[in-house]
T-cell receptor, first 114, second 116 residues
Framework: KNQVEQSPQSLIILEGKNCTLQ??????????LRWYKQDTGRGPVSLTI?????NTKSNGRYTATLDADTKQSSLHITASQLSDSASYIC?????????????FGRGTQLTVWP | EADIYQTPRYLVIGTGKKITLECSQT?????MYWYQQDPGMELHLIHY???????EKGDLSSESTVSRIRTEHFPLTLESARPSHTSQYLC???????????????FGEGSRLTVL
């Protein structure tokens, strides 16, 4: 069964600190993996996309990694800010159909305290 | 910035009422989707559309229906709402020119439905 598991379920950190969110998946065949940020009461917004051949990709203070062999991805947030408080959702796409079926994780709820 | 809009943002109604959640996008995307999201749970696909006059049911069984008469408009209708329909409904679209397997989803801000 294709699944996407995220950890931790929730995380509280102090402003300025770094943190790392994890995503493990069993989706096969694999096409790509996206990290989305969802602010409370808003729709998710894409942060970054990782394809099979990519190991690391940065978007400002966000750095995503992908290990396609172990089927693991991480999202590292550097020098956290209050505005980073949100749910971070890992989404994996397969190559099984032209639609590119999407598998969603349940998200990690990050809270940044001042 | 994505241009996809949902109305209403919040709706509280009584059991048995008919409701329509509106979704419009101005990006010219052919593919549109409706997802259902409950707290702490993953998004579940309930409907999608490849383009005008195309609608398909998603992975999660839903008593709602959708229509796609215009490219930019993808409304969702519940003929008779029940408390079990209480949830957050997210509309999204994607750009087919990027390929189905790499296309980013652009989400609206969601419609939170509460059925009493």
């Amino acid at each position: 069964k294709n699944q996407v598991e995220q950890s931790p379920q929730s995380l509280i950190i102090l402003e300025g600190k770094n943190c790392t969110l994890q995503c493990n998946y069993t989706v096969s065949p694999f096409s790509n993996l996206r990290w989305y940020k969802q602010d409370t009461g808003r729709g998710p917004v894409s942060l970054t996309i990782m394809t099979f051949s990519e190991n690391t990709k940065s978007n400002g203070r966000y750095t995503a990694t992908l290990d396609a062999d172990t089927k693991q991805s991480s999202l590292h947030i550097t020098a956290s800010q209050l505005s980073d408080s949100a749910s971070y959702i890992c989404v994996v796409s397969d190559r099984g159909s032209t639609l590119g079926r999407l598998y969603f994780g349940r998200g990690t709820q990050l809270t940044v305290w001042p | 910035e994505a241009d996809i809009y949902q109305t209403p943002r919040y709706l509280v109604i009584g059991t048995g009422k008919k409701i329509t959640l509106e979704c419009s996008q101005t990006m010219g995307h052919d593919k549109m989707y409706w997802y259902q999201q409950d707290p702490g749970m993953e998004l579940h696909l309930i409907h999608y559309s490849y383009g005008v006059n195309s609608t398909e049911k998603g992975d999660l069984s839903s008593e709602s229906t959708v229509s796609r008469i215009r490219t930019e408009h993808f409304p969702l209708t519940l003929e008779s709402a029940r408390p079990s329909h209480t949830s957050q409904y997210l509309c999204a679209s994607s750009d087919p020119s990027r390929g189905a397997n790499t296309g980013e989803l652009f989400f609206g801000e969601g419609s939170r439905l509460t059925v009493l």
